[in-house]
């Protein structure tokens, strides 16, 4: 959990990064955040990313604490699995392989 805690915090960093910094950087510099943002994605299962962008959309003031927004984001991901997928879970990174057709966000 701590490794994926990381990769989410990762993540809003450089989103953060990216919107502040607008039009002052170069493309190259804009260039090379877009790569580890698309690297950082990458290693983090479309599960829980969608419940991350659900997060940050909805509860503008987690925005401000990256660590909060992402414990939210893995506890949201977590509640809306079903019991069984939730006993059998050994890692977040489980969920890479969960099916898309079963993912529920509870409201």
Same mark, same amino acid.
């Given at each position: #959990?701590? =490794? +994926?805690? /990381? ?6 960093? @450089?989103?953060?990064? &990216?919107?502040? &910094?607008?039009?002052? #950087?170069?493309?190259?510099? %804009?260039?090379?955040? #877009?790569?580890? #943002? ?8 479309? $599960? ?6 659900? +997060?940050?959309?909805?509860? =503008?003031?987690? /925005?401000?604490? *990256?660590?909060?927004? =992402? +414990?939210?984001?893995?506890?949201? =991901?977590?509640?809306?699995?079903? *019991?069984?997928? !939730? @006993?059998? +879970?050994?890692?977040? $990174? /489980?969920?890479?392989?969960? *099916?898309? %057709?079963? !993912? %529920? @966000?509870?409201?």
């Amino acid at each position: #959990m701590k =490794a +994926m805690l /990381d990769l989410l915090i990762c993540l809003h960093r @450089h989103e953060s990064t &990216a919107q502040a &910094a607008g039009g002052q #950087m170069s493309p190259r510099e %804009r260039g090379a955040l #877009m790569l580890q #943002m698309d690297l950082v994605r990458g290693s983090i299962p479309q $599960f829980i990313l969608g419940h991350y962008q659900r +997060m940050r959309r909805s509860e =503008a003031v987690l /925005d401000r604490c *990256p660590a909060a927004l =992402a +414990m939210a984001a893995l506890v949201s =991901a977590y509640r809306a699995l079903p *019991p069984r997928k !939730r @006993h059998s +879970m050994h890692s977040f $990174f /489980d969920l890479a392989g969960y *099916p898309a %057709r079963c !993912r %529920r @966000h509870r409201a």
